[in-house]
């Protein structure tokens, strides 16, 4: 009846040395027990106000403890929050986990750094009802300036002549913030003051105001800069920090931001030095635009499609440098395994016969040629490699195995026999899965049952990968048949008991099951383009089931 | 049904109720009578009556009886028509709590939480902190013991309910023969019945407060006199008289004076933007001849009423009373188009450990209260030149705080020997007073870094000290429940102020110093008079602790704020309650008046300031009552900090903003 159960009084009454309460005793007491506990609670939370704080403390119990002339409680620091630990074998009981503290340990530790004292700091919080963006204030709401209306003036005036729609003024400060950082990113070294000032940039807040003209001088030095890959880079490494920065709403702004991102993925030609590493630039920058299109895809539904188009567009012209092809590899397949299943693997074969006499080194007169075809070709066996590494990961094959699993082989396995009774299946298919689990209960077991599960629908992918003559007929045979079963399946379903919830079920096999053959054939097709050397990409698991 | 069976009802019934004489009696006198002519009522064959006591006679003592009248009750109000809803579902509240109580009361204390948990629900939103009170309530000792109980078990309710919610009330107990019910509501509710439609706010705030006993005494109470005029012959008043000097010999001169010449430069235009609204509110500060002319056009609104201080007040230096002329003179115009500007002091690494926080008139001044017994004191103008400055500009907000090396930059004030809750600045700024939680209230001397005084007089640790206005004289308040007045010689108080049923969290002085006001734990604010020891208002509406208050510089208004983070603008004359100002969402730790009361500036736990319009609140209160929005356009300003609580607020003499407060978090 009360929150304080009578076995809590006689545990405490017995702590303190009461053996013989009564369990009305306790029974009376538990009640004014939690009277109590509410009464101190109360004045603690009048303590916790007058300290002008929101957060009730150890401290404010002791003070609650005092103004009832009750001696407070020793020994909680109100500092870390309590570990409770579950006592094993009991539901709900726990206990704080009290360490014993070695005194000497204690005495040989050394002294802790001494807290910092207490200080002021002063700021304008408003200036005549205005917030200045300045960092020591919460960042501000965004300022939407019409972005489409902004002049495109020439940045080496000076910045507050630019005039806006909206009058657009410039703390002193953030000119100079703005100036420094740009002359750091102009500097063209890669200093650790550099690296201080991209961690600002990435993390203070108040510098939205400055937003536009980043995007303006990181457009115009890409454009002008294409020969200096360290200021291509450092560019590439300010725009990240712009994107990271939580208190930037880079939105109206990506339109002019994006243009230079793409072209240091995909141009020509990106310095003007042998030794510069304009691959890594490349990767970076893929990256970059991959982060953009996570961020700010789902705002812009046009930004995916519109940059894929652009990229798949560089990389199937033959006529482009094959470090545009690289870059366009580098860019798709950074924006996910899908992208690249569906854009790269379809051009895979007439691409690789193309590069194909590229790679052969002997052939080239030009060495350097040469090795940026082999970069490519690189780029392409990773990008294919991981988009079937992530398909293979679908596949629960992994040694726990899944309920949803064991229904898929279940699936098909009626598939297999259409002609079995389909109500006796329904009913069959929601035990069996369970019944299954308790009987085989090591991964060996699941994994062989597993085997014989599949084995009757030749869906066995890895026989294919050992052997390569019957690649070409199995799948399409495999496909076949089970269209067939489907369809006879599906029809005896819906004559026979006409069940919404068998079919949406079978709905869901049938989508599971072609995803599978996908895969597979995939795989088969990449073996095919790679020979070996797409093996290392396949999970272990995988590699163990299918070969 | 014959009277034989009927006398032994009552009989029963009276036995059952322990009027074993009575019954008695009733069984003598039928002796008597022989039951002869009794009835008046035919009550033979009156199926209905016989019903109904035959229900008295019933186990009244079964708690299972309360859930189900109750649940049948609630379920009736929940279906009745929509536009009388609300008012009948203002009745439940009462009768759920005196149920409870009631159960709790005849010892069913199982039967009292199930049913209290299961209906509990449907008054937490309004009456949550009530609710958490009571449910600690479990056996019939608790009821004595606790003042909350005991005061709702003594007192009645009032409800305002219109003639045709009560009579369908009084038909739907009468139907369903609740006499359980009926009795609760007849023993604890006191009706206020009026012709008419029904109120069409769900969300009146005094139907919805149960304030216990003193609902009676509080509007006897508030039936007194007071006088909440500004004091005759202040310094506004002066300056009112050499400021038009001033002007005039200005105009003479030719504008000689830079500071008087910007601001007569801007007035004038100010007037002609702005119209007459603005006007209204500049009658009481007229610094110079344009301010005059205003006053005249607007004559309409009564002036300031002046009255005589009650208390001998200290006598001001001349050099004090310049520089407040001064400031006076210089004090920028603020309304809803001229905001002040705000300038926060953020304390950093305060380890959790800051109490209060309090800056001094000029904003020169900063003190904090610490947990660990210390007070420390900072010389902002020492520090950095951002003191002093509403002239100053943007330019001088770089960091301030570099003092000289290995040095702390502040006074450290030890004394105390518990957490400190409230320090505060004389108006010159010359002491400082603290109150703790050791009981003790410490006075300081700035100049000396020293502790002059120790006032003993609370039993319980001292939630908050005030200078009077004028200096010299201060209010303490504590949670042995009374508010004591103090004057700076004497170690003993000069007024102990009783009254309030819980802690007396927060004090503040009237202007004219002949009151102080007082809110409380009891969810009340109070007004007292000095020189009597009276409480002469009683203010009713927050629904949780009042932690701030603020009283309008022309003395006719008062601002409290509570821990909800509801502001209440209350008229000190009628003590109603002008507007509810809603926007924080936790508890408001400051208020703040400007100078010629024209904003209110509100602090808060949710690490915002804000800012609201006084005159358009209080101007506008009938017109907008209609208009449910009109709450979020006396907002005028929000002003995010960052992650920091504003634990004080100030408004210089030139009306420039000061906050401060913590900052939460750890700077990364």
Not at chain 1, 241 to 259: A, C, R, V
Not at chain 2, 24 to 48: A, T, V
Request: glycine share 6%; proline share 5%.
């Amino acid at each position: 009846m009360s929150i304080v159960p009578k076995e809590t009084v006689e545990v405490i009454a017995q702590s303190i040395g009461i053996t013989n309460l009564l369990p009305e005793a306790a029974l009376m007491l538990a009640p004014d027990v939690e009277y109590r506990v509410r009464e101190i609670m109360q004045e603690a939370i009048k303590c916790m106000r007058h300290s002008k704080r929101t957060t009730l403390t150890a401290s404010d119990v002791d003070g609650a403890l005092n103004l009832r002339n009750v001696e407070p409680i020793y020994g909680f620091a109100s500092g870390a929050p309590f570990r409770f630990r579950k006592a094993i074998g009991h539901r709900d009981l726990f206990y704080t986990d009290d360490r014993e503290v070695d005194f000497k340990e204690v005495i040989e530790a050394p002294l802790p750094k001494a807290p910092l004292d207490t200080e002021i700091v002063c700021h304008w919080l408003a200036i005549e009802g205005v917030q200045p963006a300045i960092p020591e204030n919460a960042p501000l709401e965004v300022i939407r300036a019409p972005a489409e209306n902004k002049p495109h003036e020439q940045k080496d005036g000076p910045l507050i002549d630019i005039r806006l729609p909206v009058k657009h003024v410039l703390s002193r400060e953030l000119q100079l913030y703005f100036q420094k950082i740009a002359e750091l990113a102009m500097s063209k070294s890669n200093s650790a003051l550099f690296k201080e000032a991209l961690v600002s940039l990435a993390s203070d807040s108040g510098l939205h105001p400055l937003v536009p003209y980043f995007t303006n001088f990181i457009a115009d030095e890409v454009s002008r800069g294409l020969n200096d890959f360290q200021l291509l880079f450092n560019l590439m490494h300010t725009v990240r920090s712009i994107l990271q920065n939580p208190h930037i709403h880079i939105e109206p702004y990506l339109h002019q931001l994006m243009p230079s991102v793409v072209t240091c993925l995909v141009s020509r030609k990106l310095g003007n030095r042998f030794a510069d590493n304009h691959w890594e630039l490349r990767d970076f920058t893929a990256n970059l635009v991959a982060l953009i299109c996570k961020r700010y895809g789902t705002v812009y539904i046009t930004l995916q499609s519109r940059l894929t188009k652009t990229l798949i567009n560089a990389l199937l012209d033959p006529k482009k440098a094959l470090t545009q092809h690289y870059g366009a590899i580098q860019g798709l397949a950074a924006l996910g395994h899908n992208v690249v299943r569906l854009l790269i693997v379809p051009n895979l074969e007439p691409y690789l016969r193309l590069l194909e006499p590229e790679l052969a080194a002997e052939k080239q007169k030009n060495q350097a040629k040469s090795y940026e075809a082999w970069r490519v070709y690189g780029a392409l066996l990773r990008a294919t490699g991981l988009c079937i590494h992530d398909r293979l990961k679908i596949f629960p094959l992994s040694p726990s195995p899944s309920p949803s699993f064991l229904h898929k082989g279940k699936g098909k396995i009626i598939n297999t026999e259409p002609q079995k009774r389909k109500l006796s299946v329904d009913s069959s298919e929601n035990r069996s899965p369970q019944k299954r689990l308790i009987t085989k209960d090591g991964p060996d077991g699941v994994q062989s049952q597993d085997h014989t599960g599949v084995a009757p629908m030749q869906v066995d992918n890895p026989v294919e990968n050992d052997n390569q003559p019957q690649n070409s007929a199995q799948p399409s045979s495999s496909e076949q048949t089970s269209d067939a079963n489907e369809s006879e399946s599906r029809n005896g379903m819906v004559k026979e008991s006409g069940r919404g919830r068998a079919i949406t079920m079978k709905a869901i096999l049938d989508q599971i099951w072609k995803d599978d053959l996908d895969s597979g054939r995939l795989l088969v097709k990449l073996h095919e383009l790679y020979g070996d050397k797409i093996l290392p990409f396949i999970p272990s698991t995988e590699m163990s089931v299918f070969l | 049904m014959d009277p034989e069976q009927i006398n032994e009802f009552v009989v029963g019934y009276l036995k059952k109720k322990g009027f074993s004489s009575a019954a008695k009696d009733l069984e003598d006198f039928h002796h008597h009578n022989n039951g002869s002519s009794l009835s008046s009522i035919d009550y033979h064959n009156d199926p209905e009556l016989t019903k109904l006591i035959r229900s008295f006679s019933q186990q009244e003592d079964d708690p299972t009886r309360y859930r189900e009248c109750y649940s049948k009750l609630r379920s009736w109000a929940y279906n009745s028509l929509d536009l009388y809803k609300h008012e009948l579902l203002r009745v439940m509240y009462p009768v759920f709590i005196h149920c409870y109580m009631d159960l709790v009361g005849k010892g069913h204390t199982q039967e009292a939480r199930g049913f209290f948990n299961s209906f509990r629900k449907d008054h937490e939103m309004v009456h949550l902190r009530d609710l958490q009170k009571l449910e600690g309530v479990l056996a019939p000792s608790h009821l004595e013991e606790m003042e909350f109980a005991r005061s709702l078990r003594k007192s009645k309710v009032n409800i305002k309910i219109c003639q045709y919610s009560y009579d369908l009330l009084l038909q739907y107990l009468h139907r369903t023969e609740s006499t359980l019910m009926l009795g609760i509501i007849n023993e604890h509710i006191n009706f206020q019945v009026y012709s008419g439609q029904p109120t069409s706010s769900s969300d009146d705030i005094e139907a919805v407060t149960i304030v216990g006993s003193f609902q009676d005494t509080a509007n006897h109470i508030n039936q007194k006199e007071i006088q909440w005029g500004l004091l005759e012959d202040s310094l506004e008043d002066r300056l009112e008289k050499t400021g038009g000097l001033l002007s005039d010999s200005e105009k003479g001169q030719g504008e000689s004076k830079d500071g008087d010449a910007d601001d007569s430069k801007k007035r004038p235009t100010d007037i002609g933007k702005q119209g007459s609204s603005i006007k209204k509110l500049k009658k009481d500060k007229a610094g110079n001849a344009t301010a005059k002319v205003a006053r005249l056009e607007t004559s309409t609104v009564p002036p300031t009423p002046r009255v005589k201080p009650e208390l001998a007040l200290p006598v001001m230096s001349t050099d004090v009373e310049q520089t407040i002329l001064e400031d006076l003179r210089n004090r920028v115009q603020l309304s809803s188009v001229a905001m002040p500007s705000v300038s926060f002091y953020t304390f950093v690494n305060t380890h959790n450990g800051l109490n209060c926080a309090s800056i001094s008139h000029d904003g020169s001044l900063v003190a904090g209260g610490f947990s660990d017994s210390s007070i420390k004191v900072w010389d902002m103008a020492k520090i950095g030149q951002t003191g002093s400055g509403a002239l100053q500009g943007e330019n001088d907000t770089n960091d301030p705080t570099i003092g000289p090396n290995g040095r702390r930059n502040y006074t450290l004030l030890l004394g105390h020997s518990g957490p400190v809750y409230s320090a505060t600045f004389s108006p010159p700024g010359d002491f400082v007073l603290s109150s703790s939680a050791d009981t003790t209230i410490r006075l300081w001397s700035t100049q000396l870094n020293a502790n002059l005084v120790c006032y003993k007089g609370h039993n319980y640790p001292v939630w908050d000290v005030q200078f009077s206005p004028f200096g010299h004289y201060f209010a303490s308040c504590s949670h042995d429940r009374t508010a004591r007045i103090w004057s700076m010689d004497r170690i003993q108080p000069l007024r102990i102020m009783a009254g309030h049923l819980s802690d007396v969290d927060c004090v503040q002085w009237h202007p004219n110093c002949n009151y102080i006001a007082t809110g409380s734990s009891d969810k009340t604010v109070r007004l007292w008079d000095v020189q009597t020891g009276e409480c002469v208002r009683i203010f009713i509406g927050h629904r949780s602790m009042v932690l701030s208050l603020a009283m309008s510089p022309d003395g006719r208004y008062m601002a409290s704020g509570d821990e909800d983070g509801t502001i209440m603008m209350w008229d000190l004359s009628t003590a109603r309650c002008i507007t509810p100002l809603m926007g924080h969402n936790s508890c408001v730790w400051s208020l703040a008046y400007s100078g010629e009361g024209s904003l209110l500036a509100s602090g808060s736990a949710d690490c915002t300031v804000k800012l609201w319009d006084v005159t358009s609140s209080t101007k506008s209160t009938k017109a907008e009552e209609k208009n449910v929005n009109s709450n979020r356009l006396r907002s005028l300003r929000t002003f995010p900090t960052k992650s920091t609580p504003v634990h004080a607020l100030r408004f210089s003499r030139r009306n420039l903003l000061f906050a401060a407060g913590a900052i939460s978090k750890p700077a990364s």
